[in-house]
């Protein structure tokens, strides 16, 4: 199993401005995910993250607004720039191992914007 | 393309009862992993079991089932002997045919547990 630490746990910020949201993970591996969860609704993927490319965006998020840097194979981070009250979500990383049956969940960060 | 859906928006149990949640997917994928996750109000995404495509048996984790019926499409998780700390949001997820790819959720269930 992976361990994942993701801080901060919660954050109110003021409009205009970015949170860096981080996930380290306790062994290495190899991708890592970014999810968004809008209040009542369900998980979104943003982007995958691997060690050493680009993230891979999904269709509707763009790098300008949701930075992501992957700079070793047990830690990254996602930026959430330039907020709107929009951008009030619990976001949630997550890593893929070679085991089929793992997917494991950091403990999120539930931002308010206002 | 994956999809998986959720019928059930909000489900009541009494403690100490069973109850499912329903979850159905497509996709076309040969093979593919499917996953249920608690999430309390914390936020936390809390894994509780996993059935492969292939796997011949139905999965069980403790007080959690999956009844796995592939023919149909579905994947509902029975949950035993509920107790109050078992209010949450459960979802149903699925990836396919490696651990390296994304998961696709559902919409979610509330499950609220009475005494």
């Known amino acids: 199993s992976a361990v994942i630490s993701q801080k901060p746990s919660r954050d109110i910020c003021q409009r205009g401005t970015s949170l860096t949201i981080q996930c380290q993970v306790d062994s290495q591996v190899t991708m890592m995910f970014w999810y968004r969860q809008q209040p009542g609704q369900s998980l979104t993927l943003i982007a995958t993250a691997n060690q050493g490319s680009e993230a891979t965006y999904e269709s509707g998020f763009v790098i300008d607004k949701f930075p992501i840097s992957r700079p070793n194979l047990t830690f990254s981070t996602l930026t959430v720039s330039n907020m709107s009250p929009e951008d009030s979500s619990i976001y949630l990383c997550?890593?893929?191992?070679?085991?089929?049956?793992?997917?494991?969940f950091g403990q999120g960060t539930r931002l308010t914007v206002v | 393309a994956q999809k998986i859906t959720q019928t059930q928006p909000g489900m009541f149990v009494q403690e100490k009862e069973a109850v499912t949640l329903d979850c159905t997917y497509d996709t076309s994928d040969p093979s593919y992993g499917l996953f249920w996750y608690k999430q309390p109000s914390s936020g936390e995404m809390i894994f509780l079991i996993y059935?492969?495509?292939?796997?011949?048996q139905n999965a069980t984790e403790g007080r959690y089932s999956l009844n796995f019926q592939k023919a149909r499409k579905s994947a509902n998780l029975v949950i035993s002997a509920s107790q109050l700390g078992d209010s949450a949001m459960y979802f149903c997820?699925?990836?396919?045919?490696?651990?390296?790819?994304?998961?696709?959720f559902g919409t979610g269930t509330r499950l609220l547990v009475s005494p």
């Open positions: 997550s890593v893929a191992t070679p085991r089929d049956s793992e997917a494991f």
């Open positions: 997820a699925m990836r396919g045919n490696t651990g390296f790819q994304k998961l696709v």
């Open positions: 059935q492969g495509s292939y796997d011949q």
